[in-house]
């Protein structure tokens, strides 16, 4: 133990003024070595084959080649999905971020002073968190059947469990002293709040939940893939019976709608950034 | 004084308009997305299994959880650890080339554009075309999932690459120049040490996340956890998805605890 301090203890200097003082050693050569390693079980585990991918990457190619040129006759049929998939990513965000306030105040410790209760909220916005979405899309599907509304409840929770848990950090690194002199003066905590750490902390709300949105979009072609509505259920449709130039026509106009929805919300988030200043 | 405050409250323009447009524009989307079909009913049986996936998740297969052999929760769990750990290293190496062409600091406007453009479609394809592109490539297996995982790591890695790069302080290359140095120097001392970090934190920001993402991988049986996870629910084996659920759940808890914290580390 004793020889094991000593190397860690790294280089003794002595200055020009006879002060001794010892310099870190630096941590990097035992991080490469233990990243190098995990690297070398990933390889084994995965069974990562450079040579295979040299050899081989043109077939990654064929499966792009046939979904052009798109088949531009097909966009009818996609137009139906793609606003289901935007209409059941701004109804899961918008309820998502709004049932995600109370909990992130409950969540803050400088608002809450029962940490029981500060406790118990987060342990549920981590677990949330950390349930992939696709899981709770199956969950979903399974219990309210195929369909939009389970993807809708799916993104629902994501965005709850994400807003939340920004939310919360956000709130406890706000600057308590107007909330304390309102509750000073005799308001009520809650009017404290709304009027002391609401002005500082809205801006990042609402750019964080615009985000979200855009994420959420995307991510709405994966749920139909679990039948949870939306434009995955004809992706997966046309997947499976190999049109692939319709699933060309529907990547390029997903494409199209991320390109368009992206655009306009850093506009606003923009904006928003600016007065959070 | 009182009068006094309310003639400088009246001074500051009226917000009235703006907030009321913004009030009944958020309301008209919510109605019209409520179109989709938004309050579905509960299936029959949906209350059953409902329960189901509590009892599973509340008693979970404890046979299945501890089992070490190629079956078992704990080496699925590092098979899709590894899987999302060579991902990110792969789609990180993938996006520097891609991020430094898209900074408008380094390339011309038009360039940065085009380059953009392109991230933005590597980003909208979902993680299952990348499987069934890359299972031509490999065959099915955890190899076709590591290289779909880096393919959708791009999109994001690049955007924060970016914005690092972006932020980058070039001054002090020219005050490099003016001393002499090489441009090995300049790139050690001058352009590593202030993307380093970001970059990393970035990376592990996005390894934390490729773990949640590396359940998809499972729908197109590109290795991980994700494909015994969907076989267990879909036949209602709920004891065996709760262990899967319980394992994949401590798993991303742990992870992301350590990776806030060299995060924080690395940047704060």
Known sequence: MQKMSNLLKGKQLVLSNGKCITKKRSMVPLILVIVLAFTYLSVVITGFDLGLLMRRWKEFFILLGQMFPPDLNYAAKVWGPLIATIQMSFLGTLVGAVLAIPFAIIAASNIMKSRILVGLTRLLISILRAIPTLVTALIATYIFGLGSFAGTVSICIFTFAYVGKIMYEQIETVFMGPFEAMESMGNGKLYAFIKAVVPQVLPIYLSTTLFCFEGNVRYAAILGYVGAGGIGLILNEKIGWREYECVGMILLMLYITVFIIESISRALRKTFDLRGR | ?268
């Open chain 2, 1 to 268: 004084m009182e009068d006094r405050i309310a003639v400088q409250l009246n001074k500051y323009p009226s917000k009235a308009l703006e907030k009321m447009s913004t009030f009944v524009l958020i309301v008209a989307l919510v109605i019209w997305s409520m179109q989709v079909g938004a309050i579905g009913a509960i299936k029959e049986d949906g209350l059953n299994i409902a329960k189901g996936i509590i009892t599973g998740i509340l008693q979970p297969d404890g046979a299945l959880l501890f089992n070490l052999t190629m079956q078992g929760v704990p080496y699925l769990l590092l098979e899709t650890v590894c899987i999302a750990f060579l991902g990110t290293i792969v789609g990180g190496m993938l996006a520097v080339p891609l991020a430094f062409l898209s900074a408008s600091n380094v390339v011309p406007k038009g360039v940065a554009f085009i380059v953009r453009m392109l991230i933005m479609a590597i980003r909208t394809i979902p993680a299952f075309v990348y499987g069934l592109m890359f299972i031509r490539v490999t065959g099915p297996g955890p190899f076709a999932g590591l290289l779909s995982m880096s393919f959708i790591s791009i999109g994001m890695l690049c955007k924060l690459y970016k914005e690092a790069i972006e932020d980058m302080d070039t001054h002090i290359l020219e005050s490099f120049d003016a001393l002499g140095c090489t441009t090995f120097e300049k790139i050690r001392y001058g352009i590593l040490p202030q993307l380093l970090p970001s970059f990393l934190s970035t990376l592990i920001y996005r390894f934390d996340m490729n773990i949640r993402d590396a359940a998809i991988l499972g729908l197109v049986a590109a290795g991980g956890i994700g494909a015994p996870l969907i076989f267990a629910m879909s036949s209602y084996r709920w004891h065996e998805a709760g262990a899967i659920i319980i394992g994949l759940a401590v798993l991303i808890i742990i992870i992301e605890f350590f990776s806030t914290k060299l995060r924080n580390k690395l940047v704060g």
